[in-house]
């Protein structure tokens, strides 16, 4: 029998006495737009290039070609942070009066991280994953030529996995920027970055899908959707870019799914780039949100409901997505939707599975109305609902 697909690995490198690798087990139900689904500066000559743009590498070395033309923009991200160990309860002054300092005080330890990054404005715009520097106190960034720079964290957001780092340079060497919304599944992908620490690695694979949703890579928290590639993606290589034979950059590589071989995702340059500059002018990325937590409704979860006494449900259509909880004074509550209630329609569209509604909602924008049409124990009901900014203390 074959093993199942375990979890999805997060690739920046976290040292503390030992290596530890980020991962996370997505839950079984999604918490929408909702909580979050139970998914960065204007730039001027790496604007988005249209169709057929820039020169095609071609000639069986065309890798090598994209590997020097792109590699001097892939820079190591190091960074580090602080963390401090909770006392336990035997250093309560209490006990401290009495036993003196026989047991260990409180103590802080380093812990250290390592992923990639790539320039994408020669005065020192650097683009990156979120994990890679979240919580730091230092980041360091390191050029192919040896040179390196203290970095500053422009903004990052966990939703997305997206960051946008600045350092204090000039005339550095750029990548240009592809399109991701013309990807097709069997086009080449290369990947640079610096995986365990060796630096520049070149590794080269194809597309092998485009818009995988978070709940399909067991990530149901993300608010974006995935390149999948089996261009080799390990630690370290978080934050590097994705590139098509071009050597245009057409992803930021963020993650693979563990115990399984050629399963890497990259989030598409073009989701960046609109991230990257609301995070230049915020410094963060407003996210709409309803507040409720969801499921898409199936035969065995509606009868499973039924049954349940403690439900105290009865519900009735076929298909829909389910509410399952609500979050105090969110725009569901002031609309009026209610646990049971079962969303059909969303803006005169059918919903049938639980990403749509986290897509509705992350499409219409904070501060939106959104018509629904909720079912509601047999019954139809008509609500609109206006989306508000996800509060910062939920992410």
Not at 252 to 271: D, E
Not at 355 to 377: H, N, T
Request: with cysteine.
């Amino acid at each position: 029998m074959s093993k199942p697909m375990s979890k999805l690995r997060f690739f920046s490198l976290r040292f503390a006495k030992s290596l530890a690798i980020y991962g996370f087990i997505a839950a079984c139900s999604t918490t929408a737009a909702v909580l979050t689904t139970a998914r960065l500066m204007p730039t001027t000559a790496q604007q988005v290039p249209s169709s057929g743009s820039g020169r095609l590498l071609t000639g069986s070395s065309f890798i090598a070609s994209v590997a020097d033309q792109v590699g001097p923009a892939v820079v190591r991200i190091d960074s580090s942070r602080t963390v401090t160990r909770q006392s336990g309860p035997f250093n309560d002054p209490f006990f401290r009066e009495f036993f003196g300092d026989m047991w260990e005080q409180p103590s802080s330890r380093v812990e250290r991280g390592q992923g990639s990054g790539f320039v994408v404005e020669a005065d020192g715009v650097i683009w990156t994953n979120a994990h890679v520097v979240e919580g730091a106190d230092t980041v360091t960034v390191t050029l192919r030529d040896g040179r390196e720079f203290s970095g500053q964290v422009v903004g990052e957001d966990p939703l997305t996995d997206v960051a946008v780092i600045k350092v204090e340079a000039q005339d550095l060497p750029t990548v240009t920027l592809g399109n991701s919304e013309q990807l097709r599944p069997g086009e080449w992908a290369i990947a640079i970055g610096n995986p365990l620490g060796l630096d520049n690695t070149v590794t080269a694979g194809i597309i092998s899908a485009t818009g995988r949703t978070s709940a399909q890579i067991r990530v149901p928290d993300k608010r974006v959707q995935f390149i999948q590639t089996d261009a080799a993606i390990n630690p370290g290589n978080s934050g590097g870019p994705l590139l098509n034979e071009r050597g245009e950059v057409i992803g930021i590589n963020t993650a693979i799914i563990g115990g399984a071989q050629g399963l890497g995702f990259a989030i598409p340059i073009n989701s960046a780039q609109r991230l990257a500059q609301e995070l230049i002018e915020k410094g963060r990325v407003e996210h709409a949100y309803l507040g409720i937590q969801m499921r898409t409704l199936t035969n065995d979860l509606r009868q499973q409901i039924n049954r349940d006494p403690r439900s105290n449900l009865r519900l009735s259509a076929d298909e829909g997505v389910i509410i399952l909880g609500l979050m105090r004074n969110s725009p569901a509550v002031e609309a009026g939707l209610e646990v049971g209630d079962v969303i059909v329609a969303m803006n005169g569209n059918s919903i049938t599975e639980a990403e749509q509604v986290q897509q509705v909602v992350q499409d219409v924008g904070v501060g939106e109305s959104i018509e629904l049409e909720i079912d509601r124990a047999g019954r139809p009901v008509s609500l609109d609902v206006q989306t508000k900014a996800l509060p910062q203390q939920r992410r």
